[in-house]
Structures are given as C-alpha cells and as structure tokens.
C-alpha cells in the first residue's frame, strides 16, 4: 500500500503528473482516432474517419514484391538503412515532382514515417515556444497535433469555395510575428476545398513580401476526379516552400511511408532530427514500395482509386440532397476524401454525435479542427472514401434523421 508516494516498505514512489514534460501536459488525444473506437460497436457505420477503401489495397503486388525484395535482397532489406532513404525509392518520387518542374535532388528529399512524422520534424526543427503559425480555419488536426507539443501559437484565417481566404493573410501578417505558413492546397482536410491557381499565386507573392515560407502538404494531389490539376506551390516558390506527401492514400497508410521536399540545407536538419527519433524509416517498407512502383503498377492503381471515390463522393452529395433537412451547407470536392458540413448557427455538432451514434452513425465533430479546441461547433467532416454505395447511402439517411431529432430539441 502508498501513503503520500511512498511504499510499504520505505521506497519513494515517482509522482508521474509531477515528472512530464511541458509539453507532454499539451498533448491531447486524437478525437478521430477515439472517435474510430465507435466502429466496434455492431452495426455502426462510419463516416468520418480518414480511412482509404480497404478494398483498394493491392494486398497481391504486396505480397509479390516482399517476397521478390526478401529473396533478391534479404539482407539489405533487413539491415539498418540510411536516414536521408532509400536511394531508387527517392530517386523515383524525384522523377515525380520532376514532372511538376520542380528540379530537386536527393539532396532534397527525406523518406519519413509517414508525413504526420514530417509535421513533428518541423516543430522539432523550426517551433520555439510562442512562435506563431498562420493556418487556415479548420485545419488538420494531425498539424495542430504535432505543434501544439512545441507550444506553438496559431493564428488562423478561414476557407470558401475557393480554398483559403488569402486576401485575409496580409493583414496577419502585417502585425503578426509569423513564421510560416500552413496550407493543403488541394482537397483540404477536412473542407475538402481546393486553393484556385490565383490564390495560391497571391498566397506565394505575401510570403515573399513578409518573409515567411510555405508548408504545402499534399497528401491528396494524386486524387483529383472532376477538372484539371492545378500548379502545386512548390513549383511557384521553390526556394521557401516545404513539401509534404505520402503513399498513405494511393498505396496504404498502415506502411507509413512519406517524404519531404527542402532547400538541402534544411533536409540535413530534418536528417539530424529524424536520427534523434527513429535511426530511419524501414528499409524493408521502403524496398517493397520501390519495387511495386518501378512495375508501372501505381499508375492504372490510382486511376481505379480516383473512380471509386468519385463514385462515392457523387452517391453522398446526392443523399445529402435527398435526406439532409434544409438549413444546411456543404462542400462538393474536386477529389480526395472528405466534404464538410455546416450546420444551422446554434447547433452543437459534439451534440449530435451522441444523437448520431444511437442512429448508428459516426462523423468527426468540427471543433477537433480548431486549435482552440472550441471554434466549429457548428459543423463536421464526413469521409466518403471507406464505405461503399449502398452503406453511404444508409449512413447519410441515419444522419440525416439524426440531424432532425437535433434540431428539433435545439
């Protein structure tokens, strides 16, 4: 038995609330991953987590190409690896961004765990306790996340149609210490907007006046299902943007592989960090992906990808129209994987939730894309990427009928 943190026999016991960190005592729970505990309940259907199709996976060309890599390359594969990546694995994603016009090097690019890791490496790396970052509002919870750890402070702007309200930034800028800039220009997470090909040319022209760079993460770009693609911002400001990507949505997340784009300069930095937290990414991981991609396989798989979900995405807008009450608004994606939707002004999304679970139906409420934790009561982030048609279809008619038992109480 303890009496005052110490033991039966004389020993002191440690007070752990005492023993954390600063910056452990900011850290919070992800919402979506609690959120995603709910699919453990029978019957439940999910809308709202960031799950890709799983039926998509090319679980085969996996299984092809490990063992192609154990039998051709075994001990490699197995051993430590570099930090910077896998040499034919980079120079691959650099025939990439090459496309773009963008001429980096391997110099410039670092293969992470995934790019939630490359997010903590630019706290780690750039964030010093109060620095503030400019964010759209909503943003990825993910980021929020990752620089909430060093004590970062935001200060955000909001998003329409068009992606972020860049004729808002100037001002911010103009009597805010900022030191850089947040933004997923394509499909945002969780708007599901996308940045027009001028805003993203007055957003680049603003961070060259105030001298501040651009973190462009990217992890949708490949998705795109109605229109044409539009320039990345990395191609239009090349020597102050980092560039954030990932295979979590064309190959799969659970292999967590990511990378980086940067001036050589700050790669090495990242290099350093990433050395202090994991040695490397998984040679192994990194050798399989290599071998799918150099097939030509990724290609014709991302194609298959896009139709799905721009099934899926029509199949949702078109229950939405049919069983939503009015009083509502709602995004229409050019691609990726999420729309967002405002509720009535008064209507508590975290609320709903609860109504919505007993309807059998799951969402991510607003408010877990605000860095004050409170902003966005008012509206939510559906996904309609994971589930098929007909389930779409069902979990937006469960909704929907949530939906009105809430506001009729409110």
Request: contains cysteine.
């Amino acid at each position: 038995m303890r009496d005052n943190g110490v033991t039966w026999d004389g020993r002191v016991t440690t007070d752990w609330d005492v023993a954390l960190a600063k910056r452990a005592q900011r850290m919070t729970s992800s919402v979506i991953r609690e959120t995603l505990k709910l699919m453990a309940t029978p019957g439940m259907i999910s809308l709202g987590g960031a799950n890709p199709a799983p039926e998509l996976f090319p679980i085969r060309e996996f299984q092809e190409a490990s063992q192609y890599v154990l039998e051709h390359a075994g001990a490699k594969a197995l051993q430590y690896g570099v930090t910077e990546g896998y040499p034919p694995l980079k120079q691959f994603l650099l025939s990439k961004v090459h496309k773009y016009g963008v001429p980096a090097k391997e110099e410039n690019m670092l293969i992470v765990n995934g790019s939630q890791q490359a997010l903590d490496l630019i706290g780690k790396i750039f964030i010093n306790p109060g620095d503030t970052v400019l964010t759209d509002r909503p943003t990825y919870l993910g980021a929020i996340q990752a620089w909430t750890a060093y004590e970062a402070r935001f200060v955000t702007v909001p998003l329409d149609e068009d992606g972020t309200r860049v004729d808002l930034i100037e001002d911010i800028l103009k009597r805010e210490p900022v030191k850089f800039i947040y933004c997923l220009p394509n499909f945002h997470n969780p708007a599901g907007v996308t940045l027009s090909l001028e805003r993203r040319q007055k957003l680049v022209d603003l961070a060259v006046r105030y001298g501040v760079f651009i973190i462009e993460d990217d992890p949708y770009g490949e998705l795109r299902f109605v229109g044409e693609d539009i320039t990345p911002i990395v191609v239009l400001h090349k020597e102050n943007t980092i560039y954030l990507s990932t295979f979590s949505k064309t190959l799969a997340p659970g292999i967590r592989l990511g990378w980086i784009v940067a001036p050589a300069k700050i790669v090495a930095k990242f290099v350093q960090a990433k050395q202090g937290a994991d040695l490397h990414t998984s040679t192994f991981v990194q050798m399989i992906a290599h071998d799918i991609c150099q097939r030509g396989f990724l290609r014709q798989h991302v194609k298959r990808i896009r139709e799905t979900y721009s099934e899926r995405c029509t199949v949702m807008l078109s229950a939405m129209d049919k069983y939503f009450p009015s009083g509502l608004q709602w995004t229409r994606p050019q691609g990726g994987l999420f729309l967002w939707v405002t509720l009535p002004e008064g209507t508590d999304s975290v609320a709903l939730l609860k109504v919505a679970v007993e309807e059998k139906v799951a969402f991510i409420p607003g408010t877990a894309f605000y860095s004050d934790g409170e902003s966005g009561r008012n509206a939510f982030r559906l996904t309609f990427a994971t589930a098929g048609p007909e389930m779409i279809e069902e979990g937006i008619r469960r909704l929907g009928k949530a939906i009105e038992r809430q506001l009729a109480r409110t």
